[in-house]
């Protein structure tokens, strides 16, 4: 088994200790962890995530511990994140309906994509969303992201999300079966206890989206259906659940339970936690 991990970041801003933390413990598990944005732009940590000072609106405490804001700024400091991939040129862009002579590109979009997939899951184990508010804006409707996803879930392969790096999970569908890949399983993400009613930002941006678009909790628990079942936890300092091949985290405080959980699926082949 290949012993590389591809790590999925947004070009908007990355909550640091979501990607430094599992990063940690993929790594002392031997793991090489690889970068891919969107449009192939650098990936850079949201401020508020090496910042011991701020204070999180819903949960109304500082929640960057000095640790974590440590072990980010040493990580930013490394300039790993300067060598990385360009999503846009791994997974081919389906076209329009109105494209002319739409049925050979479409099947030329589909035997591209076959292809694409074929060769990045012989490259890597297993995939990594990495979460904060940057990806609301290139990840979650990304098709892209979602045929990446698939890539992986077609093969069993390990996918994990964390925070809102869970979100395209429920958007990632077959194309011509459009049902959710979540369907029947059990996960977690941000509760809506934890959401935000102003202030959701970006980097490069001085969009302030005020709440996130959409309640995470919600559409979770809408794409898992009535087999499944979306775990919030809330009141719970962690809530990682493992349900194969998905493993998913509700927020950063769940970062480094989250990595091992990883590391438990890939080599030791845990396929249940949390539930």
Known sequence: MSKKILAVLSEYGYWGIELVGPLEKLEEAGYEV???????KKAEALPPSYDTTYVDPPLGTCVTTPLAAEKVKAFEATNRLETRQNLSELIPERPYFSTPDFLRVFEKYFSDLKIASEKVTEEYAALLLVGG?????????????????LAFYKKNMPVAGICYGVAPLVFARDFNERKSILKGKHVTGHCIEYDYHDGTGFLHTDLNMGPPP?????????????????????GKETSVIVDYPFITARSLQCSFEFGEQFVNVLDKGLKRYGW
């Open 34 to 40: 690889e970068f891919i944005t969107p449009t192939g």
């Open 133 to 149: 508010s940057g990806p609301i804006i290139d990840m979650v409707n990304n098709q892209r992201v979602h045929d990446l996803i």
């Open 214 to 234: 959409y309640v995470l909790e919600y559409i979770l628990s809408d794409a898992v259906g009535p087999e499944g079942q979306y775990h919030g936890n809330f």
